[in-house]
Each structure stands twice: as structure tokens, then as C-alpha cells.
């Protein structure tokens, strides 16, 4: 039996392809975003290991008498953490003599995720292999050697996506200089500090830590380092702060999701 | 075409271009060649205009997939793998240098494309995006006419470099 065949004209088949991708432009990002972590979920693995040769095709030969660099940023941000920490008790002891509170991570608990995929400039965004069914929600924090490198921004089941706090429409309380003020992501693999006076005294190299949000965050957690701090254009009595973040996150093969423990 | 084949080519390219591609990345910039546009090239030379108009769109939508945003690849390649089918018509582009001479180009205006694309999405974009097209266009221009002998091998398109290899 002969098979019927639909005829379409060349031209039309462009109208309509063209069509489909400015549908695709233009539809809500959370809808098509479905397709790419559709993508990312199903080829988890050869992606993992494409990822995988590509890290280890980039690393650099090290020396058997020095640290490598990962692991030379994670101590320096684990020192940056403990010290950031030791600050915030001494003030407290200060100020607070009578109220004692105690720093740790008693109710919370960590999840370890690998990356699948990693896009750091421009738009700055992990996609990761932990999802609903491990307990991850919207809003939870991500460490990354040691530093916070952005908050759970979508899950669903076996996967969810990392908003890093370098990208552009990304916020993020934050503390520097005893200084309490918000991050704004600026894509590229930086954000910037655009309230603080200048009258503050803010160094290249400076610590900037997350500030504590109840339920998500409850220690002083470094994010980046000052990189470059200017007059602003726009209004000169405010710091243009640059922060970089504490840690190659295009070398992440993994990260950490803090997650509040359940109340027994 | 052997649409199945097409559909496992453009998957294998579009897992290898999210990952183990970075292995051969070169600068400090992390240029790699693209696969996805080295096939857009390849199919809208070896294939007829009506089937390079559907390859072009489905590999601009494989490049979406492993992009942060859907829309301006798919758009951008379908765009320029017609404009080549309709030029391939009129010019047939069969040595090597033409061939890396149509990836590179191609590459550049696809990737302007997508970038102007983008911004009229309001997304943010990369640092630098004409200068990644470019050495991108270029390395993708160098090593994509090699590729195509294995690509139309995997087609079974028999092409005046391959001819043994008949559909």
C-alpha cells in the first residue's frame, strides 16, 4: 500500500521552524529550561564523563613537594571561614557578653552533588545531580570548596539547577568589612558592591561572607574576595566593589547543598 | 537521509560539545571547535536544500540544550544552514579550504546572531561574544573539514573525498 506523504513547501517549513525557535525565545524560561534539564538528566552520565576527561585534560601537572591549586583555595577558604568566624565570636563576646550562641552546624546537614554541567560565563548557573529526592529545595545554599558559590534556584526529582551568585539576576546578603549589604551578580564570573559608603575602608582581598538567613544559612560562610574597588560612575560617595568568587567553580566536579535538618 | 542516524550524530555531537570537547580547548579563553556548527556545515553542503532547512533547526535546538537559553541557536542556525543550502546550490563547495572557509563564516554570523538574539531575550551574555565567535569559527574551521569524512561515513553520503563509501 502506498504510504501518503505530506507535501510542504520549502518556504513554509522555514516559516515554521522559524516560528517554533522564537517560541522557544520567547516562551517563560522556567518552561523551557525543562528541555535542556530533560537533556542534562537523561545523559547524566556521558555528560559526567565528558566532563570528567575535560577537568582532567586541563589540570595541571603538580609537583609531589607543593599543593595543588584546588586544594590550596579550599584551605585558604577554610581558613577565610574559621577566621571570618573567630571575628564574628569576638564581636559578639563584646558586644553580647550575656547572650552566648554558639557557632556550628548542628541542624543542618550536607548533601553532596555532582555537577553535570557548568555555565560561568554570562549567565552563571549549575546544573546538578540531587534533586527533590534528596531533599533539595529552592533557596538552599551551594558550597564549593569550602565557599558558598550560589542558592538552589529550580528542582525537580533527581536534579536541580544552581543559580551562582555571579549571575546577573542573582542577589545575596552579604557581610564585609563588619559591613552588612547585598551582592548583585554581574555575569562574567563576578558581582558587584554597589552600597557601600566610601567613607568604609574596603582592601583588594578583602573577605566577603554570606550573611546568616534562618533556615538556609546559619554561619558566616565566605563567598569571594575583593578584586577591584573604584568610586562608582554614578554616584562617587559609593564604593564600585568587583568580588570574585573564592573558588574556580568552572573546576567543580562537586558541591555541597546545605539542608536544615528535620525538627525531632 | 537516514533520519535515525542524523538523530544519534546530533546527540553524540551535542553530549561531546557540553563536556569532553573542553579537553582540546586551547588559550586561556577555553576555545574549543564547535561540532554542532561543523555539522550545520556539513549537512547544508551533503544534503538537499528541504532536508538542510530540518537539519539546520534541529541542530540549532541541540546547541540550545547544552546553551543558558533556548531560542536564539535554534534560530540563528536554521537561518544561516538555509542561507548555506540555497548558496551550496549555486556554488558548490567541496574542496577542503572552501569548506573551512564556509564553517568559519558561518560561525561568525551564527554566533552574532545568537548573541543579538539573546540580548533582545534580555539574557545576559557572555564577556567578549564577538571575539569567542571568532576564534571559535576558526578552530571549528580548521578541524571541521577533517570531520566530515567520518560524519559522512556515519551518513553513508558519499562525498568526492570518501567515495568509496557509498549510500
Redo the contacts between chains.
Sequence with gaps: MARKRIRVS?GW??TW??L????????P?GL??K??TS?ARI?RW??????S??L???APQSLTDVVSRREYNQLQNYLANVTEELNQERRKREKLADLRDRFGWDGFDFRLADVI?A?V???G?LIIDRGKDDALAVGQFVLGDNSVIGTVWSVDGKTARVKLFT???SQLAVNIAGLKTVMQGF??NKAKLKMISVKHKIKIGEVVCAAKKPDFLDAPIIVGKVTACKRGDENPLLWDITVEPACNVEELSSVAVIILKPQK | MRWLRFAVLILLAAVLQAGAVKAVAVTRFNICPDLLLILLAFFAVYGNTFDAIITSFAIGFAADLISPVMGPQTISFGLLGTLLAYLNRLIAIKKMPHQAAVIFTAGILAGALAYWLSVLRGQPHTSNPYTAALWTSAYSGLVGPFLFLPSAWWMGIKTHHFGKYGS
Design positions: 520549502r517549513l522555514f521552524l522559524t517554533a525557535g522564537f517560541i522557544f525565545l520567547f516562551a524560561q523551557t529550561g528541555f535542556q537533556f545523559f556521558p555528560l559526567s564523563i565528558g566532563r576527561i575535560s582532567s585534560a586541563s554541567t555555565t560565563d554570562g549567565r548557573e549571575d546577573p539576576k555575569g562574567g
